[in-house]
């Protein structure tokens, strides 16, 4: 018997985000019964929003401390909705406190697991999932067996669903007391992710990142203007979060954020290994740099051979006209 | 403060990729194994730590088949670490992390550990599932991609960053806990080559876990067409250069409207 699929919701700013979007298209591709869960201090607002998906089964556990108590305390209302719905799968968007959720339900729920999914089907005694590995390098195949199985998705791997509007029905689930180790672990604080008016650089589906070439943080607002253009976040190369142009929270690569949007621009990068990885998976990208060697170009779909300080003030004017900016 | 470490050993970043005979996994066969990406920052972080916390000591574990488990053991030994363990894989071929969590979790429970380091994700499956199956298993709280791991002996607990999609959280929590490393205070250092020789008689103490059945089975191991290279726009203006620019990524490669 399989039972539904559990799709674990995120909400920012009063909204399911976008990675709980595309996880509510995969699960109702699946083909079975989909219900919702979220956690957290507006855990009930999210539910018009998944019925809005088509998703009328909605389990909240609508309680603040589970915002700023470690990922770990959703483990246990979240069982509680598994158990009491018998499901067989749970599905969570490709950010990292679904990916941290995923592996600690594997166990708390004794299931089978896998991240960063970019295919999924149901085969004969489970699913079936395909990934990128080694940075892109290379894509697995993988069986998930037995009657339960999380999985995490790749940011950006799935559309986003068509609406398919309906009245929700919501069930509370009590979140219950936290356990003795997870209530002394202590938020301090959030810091919003600085990042101008445009989208976060991990949830982005267009990323314009900068690097030495741009040659001084005085310079940064070219590549700034061609991302507010594109509705793009912005990213960095390590050259410039370590000469602190820009703070870390925007370098991309191996020691700072992975990203795979659908498009990735690269201005005066190089295109050191370091850096590939941690954007290697992006659907297209395009390079820009005055040094037809660089080995950007090599993974680049795209290239501009030339001045950045000419061809990027060309390409904001060009993105503006065509999209009426 | 007792220090426990987990790395994997994972190919090289020069390895040159390719499926094994059965199509199912990457051939291992004369693929150098190293100590590599966030496990080798963990490791980094880990002797930070352990410098800059009077009587503290570093245990590294790794779980893995041989000769490789061991190689990358030594290689951690060499950069500093006091002792190690190899949580032997024989038997299992899975590559699956839930299955490697229950391992390393048999032994972590029996050794002293206040503070639990991995990187936060393989540098070859790249799934970050082993730090929060971690977390899960000993029962303390879990935190992946964590930035700026630093001890307040006043507070005695760890104070560390987190820089999620929502924005970057900033966390106060004591020991036992587990940790998934995104970044070290500094770049890892490289092994002296005394250290190196020294390492290579290292004992290495080695358990086998209890076998467990995975139920993630690898069934194929594909590698995407190689890029060609990209397709240089010619031009002879900046605007010539941004409006083909700007055409292809609209009507090839369909990016933006
Ligand atoms: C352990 C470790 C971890 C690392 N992690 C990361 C990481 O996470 N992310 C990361 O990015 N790096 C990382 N690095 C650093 C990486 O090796 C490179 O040093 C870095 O990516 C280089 O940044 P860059 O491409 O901006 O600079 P450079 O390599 O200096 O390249 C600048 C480029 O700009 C071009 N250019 C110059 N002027 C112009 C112009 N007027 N118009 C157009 N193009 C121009 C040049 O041709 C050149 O290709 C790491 C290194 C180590 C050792």
Same mark, same amino acid.
């Given at each position: ?325 | ?6 790395? +994997? ?8 990729? /390719?499926?094994?005979?059965?199509? =199912? ?6 693929? +150098? ?16 730590? =352990? ?5 503290? =000591? ?26 190690? %363990? ?7 071929? !899975? ?6 969590? /229950? ?40 935190? !992946? ?10 507070? %005695? ?31 890892? /250092? ?7 020789? +020294? ?13 467990? !059945?995975?139920? !993630? ?13 990209? /397709? ?11 409006? +083909? ?8 490669? =369909?990016?933006?409207?």
């Amino acid at each position: 018997m399989t039972g539904p699929t559990v799709v674990v919701g995120e909400v920012a700013d009063g909204h399911l985000t976008g990675p709980t979007l595309e996880a509510i298209g995969v699960a109702r591709a699946l083909g079975r019964p989909t219900v919702g869960f979220v956690a957290g201090a507006h855990a009930r607002s999210a539910g018009p929003e998944f019925a809005r998906y088509g998703v009328l089964e909605v389990y909240v556990a609508d309680d603040a401390r589970l915002d700023s108590a470690p990922g770990g305390a959703r483990v246990g209302p979240l069982r509680e909705v598994l158990a009491s719905t018998g499901a067989s799968v749970v599905l969570a968007g490709g950010t990292t406190n679904g990916r941290e959720l995923v592996g600690r339900i594997a166990i708390a729920w004794d299931a089978a697991a896998a991240t960063g999914v970019t295919e999924l089907a149901a085969v004969e005694d489970g699913v079936r999932v395909r990934r990128p590995i080694f940075g892109g390098r290379a894509t697995e195949s993988r069986r998930l067996t037995g009657e339960r199985q999380a999985i995490a998705l790749r940011p950006h791997a799935f559309p986003s669903p068509a609406e398919s509007p309906g009245t929700p029905h919501l069930h509370e689930v009590s979140p219950g007391a936290l356990p003795a180790p997870l209530a002394a672990a202590e938020r301090t604080g959030v810091a919003p992710t600085v990042r101008g008016a445009g989208p976060g650089l991990t949830d982005a589906s267009i990323v314009v990142s900068g690097g030495r070439g741009l040659r001084g943080p005085e310079n940064f607002h070219l590549v700034e203007e061609l991302a507010a253009a594109l509705g793009a976040a912005v990213g960095a190369s390590r050259a410039v979060t370590d000469a602190g142009w820009r703070p870390t929270s925007f370098q991309v690569g191996q020691t700072g954020r992975a990203v795979s949007p659908q498009l990735y621009v690269a201005v005066g990068i190089s295109g050191a290994i370091q850096h590939i990885v941690g954007m290697i998976s992006s659907r297209v990208i395009v390079a820009i740099n005055s040094d037809a060697s660089a080995p950007i170009f090599k993974v680049a779909d795209y290239g501009v051979v030339g001045d950045l300080f000419q061809i990027v003030p060309a390409l904001t004017a060009e993105v503006r006209r065509v999209r009426g900016l | 403060m007792e220090i426990v470490v987990c790395v +994997k050993p994972v190919p090289d970043a020069e390895t040159r990729l /390719r499926a094994a005979a059965d199509g =199912k996994t990457l051939d291992a066969e004369g693929v +150098k194994f190293v100590l590599a990406g966030y496990d080798e920052s963990a490791v980094e972080q880990a002797l930070l730590l =352990k410098e800059s916390i009077p009587g503290s =000591k570093v245990h590294a574990i790794a779980y893995g088949p041989a000769p490789r488990t061991e190689e990358v053991l030594r290689a951690a030994i060499a950069l500093g670490c006091d002792q190690a %363990t190899w949580v032997d894989a024989a038997g299992d071929s !899975s590559g699956d992390p839930v299955t490697a969590a /229950r391992a390393l979790a048999g032994v972590l429970a029996g050794v002293p550990r206040d503070l639990v380091l991995l990187g936060k994700q393989a540098g070859d499956d790249e799934s970050g599932i082993v730090p929060a199956a971690l977390g899960q298993l000993l029962g303390v709280p879990d935190f !992946s991609c964590v930035v700026d791991l630093r001890w307040d002996p006043a507070g %005695t607990r760890f104070r560390f960053q987190r820089p999620v999609e929502t924005g970057v959280e900033s966390w106060a929590v004591p020991t036992p806990l587990v940790i998934g490393l995104q970044q070290a205070w500094n770049d890892p /250092r490289t092994a002296k080559l005394p250290a190196i020789l +020294k390492s290579r008689k290292a004992p290495i103490g080695r358990t086998t876990p209890a076998s467990a !059945s995975a139920h !993630s089975l690898p069934e194929k191991f594909e590698l995407p067409p190689p890029r060609t290279g990209a /397709r240089l726009i010619e031009y002879k203006t900046p605007q010539e250069a941004a409006e +083909k620019l700007v055409r292809v990524l609209r009507e090839e490669a =369909k990016v933006f409207p």
